[in-house]
């Protein structure tokens, strides 16, 4: 939490951006239904391979936020010393752990969506897409978030070297 009184945008987007993705996302998918079944059934948008390269992201993303996690927790001395045990390094571990989860469900909530024939005209089947979807929106808005902060946080130097 920002040291002010009140919080900045930046600490609200970063804390609350993956969940008003998500919310804008189920808005846009209750009064955009008719196009998107209609697209869909279509062949407009192809949801097969939509299933299958949000599989293989979401694959990739899992892997990746394990090693950032691994690295965080494992690594002493540096940058990462410098933060271990304050409130920052909680709230990014904490977003560490909730996007490598996300990531891991959505990889899993995937593949029966890849094999099994979908039928989006049906309300509950069109909802069950729209939820995956947004579980997808929820890991990548995480995986950004992590990496971001990572970033923010590995700009720190490790050490001083001798120069020349």
Do not use: H
Not at 49 to 78: C, D, E, H, M, R
Not at 132 to 152: K, Q
């Amino acid at each position: 939490m920002p040291s002010s009184r009140f919080p900045t945008v930046g600490y609200v987007v970063e804390r609350f951006g993956p969940l008003g993705c998500v919310l804008a996302w189920l808005i846009a998918a209750y009064f955009l239904r008719r196009w998107l079944v209609t697209n869909i059934n279509s062949g407009e948008i192809s949801l097969s391979g939509l299933f299958s390269a949000v599989f293989g992201w979401a694959a990739i993303q899992t892997g990746f936020i394990f090693s950032v996690f691994g690295f965080v927790t494992t690594k002493t001395g540096g940058f990462i010393e410098k933060f271990r045990g304050t409130n920052v390094m909680a709230q990014f571990q904490l977003y560490t752990e909730r996007a490598m989860y996300m990531g891991f469900v959505l990889t899993v909530y995937c593949i029966p969506l890849m094999v099994l024939k979908i039928d989006v005209s049906n309300n509950w089947v069109y909802w069950v897409v729209v939820a995956w979807f947004a579980a997808f929106i929820w890991a990548f808005t995480s995986f950004l978030r992590v990496a971001l902060n990572f970033g923010r946080l590995a700009m720190i130097p490790d050490a001083d070297y001798i120069p020349g």
